[in-house]
């Protein structure tokens, strides 16, 4: 199941890199609308991503409880994939913006989510800076007021959703819930 996630999580960044790549190559040769869908874009691959990342989390939780199980079966710590993975990647059942967790548990892993992130919303802003010009021209206040609004709402939608989801452990929250029936032996 992780392989399957990285598959997805890397074709989506490859995705996002392309076409906001090309929306700037566009909109620099005199098609200043493209500019404007940078932001949909970035803000699109942001929440595809953490999608993608909630179903490595949920593969992880399932692959760690499985070894404890085996584990305690066997009385044999001989399946170690879940500790290498909390230590290496993120630690489960933490606090974390998507796979970034704070202090000891931070990680490589999650210094591309962020960096990740971060581009993303560099990307957004740019793109609405660029295309700010083009979306001036219209006759009427209201596109430019909708664009803005719709995408502000939408941007703040899947910030609050990813908040409550991830920094307030609801997903993992979650899984502990339905895996709880069924003990580690």
């Known amino acids: 199941m992780t392989v399957e996630y990285h598959r997805r999580f890397f074709g989506d960044i490859r995705f996002a890199v392309v076409a906001i790549s090309a929306l700037l190559v ?56 879940a500790a290498m993975e909390d230590a290496y990647l993120f630690p489960l059942d933490v606090r974390k913006v998507v796979t970034a967790a704070a202090g000891s548990g931070f990680s490589w892993f999650g210094f591309v989510t962020l960096f990740h992130t971060c581009l993303g919303i560099a990307a957004a802003g740019f793109g609405v800076a660029l295309g700010y010009a083009n979306l001036l021209r219209f006759e009427s206040a209201g596109w430019t007021i909708a664009y803005l609004v719709v995408l502000g709402a939408l941007g703040v939608a899947a910030l609050v959703a990813g908040v409550w989801w991830f920094v307030g452990g609801e997903g993992e929250r979650r899984l502990r819930m339905a895996l709880s029936p069924f003990p580690a032996a």
């Not at 200043?32 to 699109?44: D, E, G, K, N, S």
């Not at 942001?46 to 199980?69: K, N, P």
């Open 26 to 81: 566009i909109g620099f040769w005199e098609v200043a609308a493209a500019f404007l869908l940078v932001p949909v874009v970035a803000l699109y691959t942001g929440v595809q991503t953490a999608f993608d990342a909630s179903y490595l989390i949920f593969a992880r939780q399932y692959a760690a409880r499985l070894e404890r199980y085996l584990n305690a079966s066997t009385g044999a710590s001989i399946h170690v994939g």
